[in-house]
């Protein structure tokens, strides 16, 4: 190859993945740092494909939503707390409900071009400790404060404090460009596209009766490690059914008659970390480690749920996987009916549902639910923001390992911001 020819992409392997199993908010790990989260889910990956000795990975790379400023460099310092080598670089990523995935997308890249050979990455997010930011009047008054120049100068500033100054700034799960919670943008998208109750509630219920039937047949065994007294995901509801959800009250969409959201059929806010573990097909070798499936394709996408069409559902806030995943497909030839397997990160049922709709309208064929989260999804696991990705990735490439004979899986994940992150795993 001449030094002026690019690189030829190589094959990237999923080997494995851990995760520890989520929480409910203010649940076990309510004390729970981000940090001891992904360690947890660090070295349990570390111990499972014996990764301890020195360069045994050439990159760690992870990312949460939810972030104190303690948590800058929270790759790097969980390496450092880890049974990982303290030489493996490690560096932070963020984009919302995407980051897991777009941070195995990012060490797909680097292996795929020669860059290295190995690689850890997913995410971990808690909504228990999540920061709390000093009000910004108090801020900015104490920023005026320490500029000043005299003594007195300082005290005329102090004395400007008020005690409605110390009512710290709480997180919101609210869009900063329309004042909107993810829910009920959903909301708005669901009367859109005319998703029903009934339908919501059909598809929630069937995520965790097949989530508690993966755990009743070990599926999980090897991905799934205990933390803090959980060896399940704590959102779990085996006995769930569409006529008990069908007694729940919506909780979002109120302002518009005959809502359809409830808690039942929406994500709740959850704890959790999850991380996958990627490689050369060399290294994989070398080691005498078995890839679960290959990492062959994937995209991105953004709508504009600000100016767009919000109101004909087109460009709803979490519609744009209804645009990657199309894209995705013509630029690799492929069309749905070429997917044994479909990983839908289910945020909301409806919006599940107004993403299959979506895809319909622009020509693809409709989906088989035979084969649409076949071992549950985030309604039922709950959804850590930064974690979902790379669980749904070592899910389906395990998924795809029990299959006989070669097999195609598609992964979609809608993101705050009007993003989405798409991605196709394969077995050979």
């Given at each position: ?20 199993p989520f929480a ?43 972030k ?59 909504t ?53 919670s ?73 302002d ?29 070798e ?15 996408a ?22 990657a ?7 690799t ?71 006989k ?24």
């Amino acid at each position: 190859m001449s030094p002026l020819e690019p690189p030829r992409a190589r094959r990237v392997a999923v080997i494995g993945g851990a995760r520890i199993p989520f929480a409910r908010s203010d649940g076990p790990y309510a004390t729970a740092s981000n940090q001891e989260m992904l360690t947890a889910a660090l070295n349990a990956l570390t111990e499972r494909h014996g990764l301890h000795r020195p360069g045994a990975v050439g990159e760690f790379v992870a990312g949460a939503v939810l972030k104190h400023s303690r948590d800058f460099n929270l790759a790097r310092e969980t390496v450092l707390c880890s049974q990982l080598d303290p030489r493996t670089p490690a560096y932070d990523i963020q984009q919302a409900c995407g980051t897991g995935l777009q941070a195995v997308v990012a060490a797909a890249n680097k292996i795929a071009l020669g860059h290295t050979e190995s690689a850890v990455a997913g995410g971990a997010d808690t909504t228990s400790d999540a920061p709390l930011g000093v009000n910004d009047q108090l801020r900015r008054i104490l920023l005026e404060a320490r500029r000043a120049r005299s003594a007195g100068a300082r005290l005329r500033a102090l004395a400007r404090i008020r005690p409605g100054h110390l009512v710290p700034d709480i997180p919101r799960n609210a869009e900063p460009r329309t004042g909107l919670s993810m829910g009920e943008h959903a909301a708005v998208t669901a009367r859109a596209w005319s998703i029903t109750r009934q339908a919501q509630d059909e598809l929630a219920a069937t995520s965790h009766q097949r989530l508690a039937a993966a755990y009743e047949r070990g599926f999980f065994q090897d991905l799934v490690v205990p933390f803090r007294g959980l060896e399940r995901d704590q959102n779990l509801r085996p006995d769930s059914t569409a006529e008990k959800l069908a007694a729940l009250k919506p909780v979002f969409g109120l302002d518009a008659p005959d809502p359809t959201m409830t808690a039942g059929n929406s994500t709740p806010l959850t704890d959790g970390a999850a991380l996958v573990l990627l490689a050369s097909e060399e290294w994989a070798e070398a080691r005498g480690l078995e890839p679960l499936a290959y990492l062959t394709a994937y995209g991105t996408a953004a709508v504009d749920f600000v100016h767009g069409d919000v109101a004909g559902g087109e460009d709803g806030l979490l519609m744009a996987p209804a645009y990657a995943v199309p894209r995705m497909l013509e630029r690799t030839g492929l069309g749905l009916g070429d997917f044994d397997l479909v990983e839908i990160h289910e945020a909301f049922a409806s919006q599940v549902l107004a993403t299959l709709a979506a895809w319909e309208k622009r020509g693809l064929p409709p989906v088989d639910r035979s084969r649409l989260n076949v071992a549950g999804s985030s309604l039922a696991t709950g959804h850590p923001f930064a974690a979902t990705g790379a669980r749904i990735v070592a899910t389906l490439a395990k998924l795809l390992s029990e299959r006989k004979g070669p097999g195609k899986g598609l992964i979609s994940v809608c993101a705050a911001g009007g993003q989405g992150v798409t991605a196709v795993l394969e077995r050979p």
